[in-house]
């Protein structure tokens, strides 16, 4: 009990100090209080020195983790300058409100501490932490943040997560919450039997607390899985579920089967189907939640018909959604009418945006901002639809505000906008739009053979490109070279933007042939790693092109590329390096492939890799330096090019 009132006096000490830059007043502040926030601009640190306006944001924390309402919601409030300071106020009146993190806003500038945002708990009347403040704080702290306000991966604390759980318990002995996480951060691995033993024993204790507690009931049940005892979850679900076979235990386990034993959609489009039908009685955030997962499930079975229907029946529809389901058909010019409709629904919603599905944790300035931007892709997509059955009128009129919203920010639907300009004739207006997409940065191909059309019915005596005045070729062939310096410079600048430099995880991993590769031995090289898995269609999409690049480099010792395959869903290693074997001598690459950790913690989880591919690329002194996710096109080739030439021109320095 010392140990925890230390850390309790601590924590509020820690709150008041926090770096000369935010301070606030109360410092305990409780519901219903009138928060003042002062931002210091002259402080050591601030981002914000030189802002002209600002903004205060405050996100709040209301209920636990496993609450169907456990949003989070925004406060903000415009600040006034005062000297060398700021202050803004903020009023705190939603009465779950549990721990707050702050961050500032100017223009287009954030200043949020370096990624780890400023915090109060919020404070009952006794000024101690109210119910789940310090759960909340260890689960930020832990790396969990949310959205916008989301805690940067290198710079959560496990020791302070573990440190404010504990102290959730201190105050709130009966928070399962906190309990229950706590054994998950003393347990993170499973794997041997020492640690299953450890780990089983522990859970039969936090059983034993919390028995009597449905909620908690599923969560220890799912441990128990997670622990490899089914025997002991099946018994604890048998119980619970014998006495109230409708309660939420068995709600929760009915719905997670679907997650767990559901092969493909179409088989979870028809358990969750069963699932809503036997629940009924669930309240309506839960139920709207579980449509969205329905209506997903269906776009994954490519039901667009049965998504739609489900959709329709929605409380709250999705523009975003009735685009996706709408694009799917129009795309490929099929159900034209139909699909054509849905996105004019779309284009009507998101004409009246209602304000009551904005998430609770977004600005009403951010809010409306990407309301703007929906409404342009559904435009594209409603304009499309009716290009393509001959309304090529209407179409364009639908083109011209879709490219106005989106500030022709596509270069596919500004390539549209172009072709339906030219089908109307408008062959000034299509070398016009076409030209400024050039000079933005915004086009492809296939538009600049556009604008290239454009330019020969604009002559009117010209047949064809050939037959053009040599002026009118040079204006073409001049947009041809700004559309790839363009693009060249906007992918250097990313580059540029997007160098980063963190310490890398060692690491020791076979390739092929049996051939151990360690990490460490690479120093004083650029060094490319893809994290990918024979089954994960982005990562094949983008092996052509890692393997271009590799051929560009595979001559200079300098640079060293290394796919790690990952995830396999085979049975063993030997499987996994026969499965990766046949894979990469069919489509002949010839980089070289690492075979990640089968057992244990794998090399990406280390890496913290959340999807696939993910590539790092380090450079000369071992550091990451670039780090990207998914599959985003052709240009995936020039973006590396440039990085590894951007790495290979660096000093190395001391490698010490």
Known sequence: ???????????????????????????????????TITYAGDATGAQLKDAKEMDVQGLVYQSDLFDYDNQPFLIEASMKQEGTAWKGFLTLDQPRSKYILFRFRSSDKTDDNGGKCWESFVYNKDDKPVREGHLSRGMYHA????????????????????????????????????????????????????????????????????????????????????????????????????????????????????????????ERSSMMEKHL??????????????????????????????????????KKKNASVLNELA????????????????????VELRRTPDISTKPSYVSKKDWESNSKDELGGVLDTYAYGLY????????????????????????EANERYVECLMKNKKYDKAIEVGSECVKNGKSNLNLLEEVKEALVGDDGSAGDYAALSSEKKKKFEALMTETKKAKSDEIRKKVQENRISKSPVDFTLKDLDGKPVSLSSLKGKVVVIDFWATWCGPCRQSFPFFQKVYEKYKSNEKVVFLAIDTRERVKDYDATVANAKSFIEFNKYTFTVLIDEITGTRVSEKYEVDGIPTKFIFDKKGNIAFKSIGFEGPEMEEEMTQEIELLLAESIGSLN
């Not at 850390?7 to 519901?31: C, E, N, Y």
């Not at 969205?292 to 929605?314: G, I, P, R, W």
């Not at 694009?327 to 779309?346: N, V």
């Open 1 to 35: 009990m010392k140990y925890a009132i230390i850390a309790l006096l601590f924590t509020s000490l820690a709150f008041s100090q926090q770096g000369g830059i935010f301070s606030i007043s109360p410092d305990h502040p409780k519901v219903g209080d009138e928060i």
């Open 143 to 266: 790396g969990q943040g949310y959205f916008i306000f989301s805690r940067s991966n290198d710079v959560k604390d496990l020791s302070v997560a573990t440190d404010e759980l504990q102290q959730e318990r201190v105050l709130y002995p009966d928070d399962w919450v906190a309990s229950e996480i706590l054994w998950n951060l003393e347990f993170p691995d499973v794997q041997s039997d020492s640690a299953r033993t450890l780990a089983e024993a522990a859970l039969d204790k936090l059983y034993a607390r919390f028995k009597d507690d449905e909620t908690a009931l599923y969560k220890i049940y799912t441990d128990y899985n997670r622990v490899g005892d089914s025997t002991r979850a099946k018994q604890i679900r048998s119980d619970v579920v014998s006495r109230d076979s409708k309660g939420e235990f068995a709600r929760r386990a009915s719905w997670g089967d679907i997650f767990q034993t559901a092969r493909g959609s179409s």
């Open 277 to 314: 039908a036997g629940f009924s009685g669930m309240e309506e955030k839960e139920k709207e939640m579980k449509l969205n997962n329905l209506v997903n499930a269906y776009t994954d079975e490519k039901n667009y018909d049965k998504a739609y229907e489900v959709l329709s029946h929605m």
């Open 327 to 346: 694009w799917a058909y129009i795309e490929k010019g099929k159900q034209l009418e139909k699909a054509t409709g849905w996105a004019k629904e779309g």
């Open 388 to 411: 393509q059955l001959g309304k090529t009128g209407e179409a364009e009129k639908n083109y011209d505000e879709s490219y106005q919203l989106m500030k022709g920010s596509d270069p």
